[in-house]
């Protein structure tokens, strides 16, 4: 049974674990354990795990400054990319966020199609193009999605957790979504 719930600080070592099995397994590098901790250890309400049967297979990390969200990391364990996990984690991200912030951002690969498809079902503002973000060669594209755009994906889901017409996730071909 899918569950989506607020990162917890006893989620660090499954969440270190998911990293390694995501990020570090695709070339892509894990996250530090440092910010992870911060993450499980201060920025709770914002940050958030998918669990099926208990076991945590995807999580969203997103902090906010005043009224502006930054969602840094988005990430699907392998085995559960084709599930409904993705849309619960998203569903409860916009909830949380729609009535605090004026937008929302996201960095993403310019090679991670399903990642764009997503942030621009979403409802995003034309992106910005930076080279080397996190170093030489890695160019991203900033996305701002604003608070028009986060409310009509909340009215999109139903208090039952299902999303009513929210735009469906495309089903990745290359084998899944790489973290953001």
């Known amino acids: ?8 600080r006893g989620d ?27 993450c499980c250890e201060f920025f709770r309400e914002t940050c958030f ?13 997103c902090f906010l400054q005043e009224r502006e969200a930054y969602c840094t990391t988005l990430t699907v364990h392998p085995r559960h990319r084709r599930s ?7 569903r409860r991200l916009v909830i949380s966020l729609e009535r605090r912030v ?6 993403v690969k310019q090679s991670n199609q399903m ?16 080279t080397d973000f996190y170093g ?12 028009e755009a986060l409310s009509r994906q909340r009215l999109r889901y139903r208090t039952d957790g299902t ?3 929210a735009p469906r996730v495309p089903t990745p071909q290359y084998g899944g979504m790489a973290p953001c």
Do not use: N
């Open 1 to 8: 049974m899918h569950r989506v719930r607020a990162l917890d």
């Open 12 to 38: 660090f070592d499954a969440l270190m674990a998911l990293e390694g099995a995501t990020s570090g397994a695709e070339g892509d590098g894990a996250l530090g354990p440092y910010f992870v901790r911060l």
């Open 49 to 61: 795990v998918a669990t099926v049967d208990g076991e945590i297979v995807a999580y969203v990390l």
């Open 84 to 90: 409904e996990v993705l849309q619960k984690l998203l």
């Open 102 to 107: 004026d937008s929302c951002w996201f960095t």
């Open 115 to 130: 990642a764009r498809l997503l942030r621009d079902g979403l409802g995003d503002i034309a992106p910005e193009t930076r």
């Open 136 to 147: 030489p060669g890695d160019d991203r594209l900033v996305l701002r999605i604003d608070r």
């Open 163 to 165: 999303s009513a017409h």
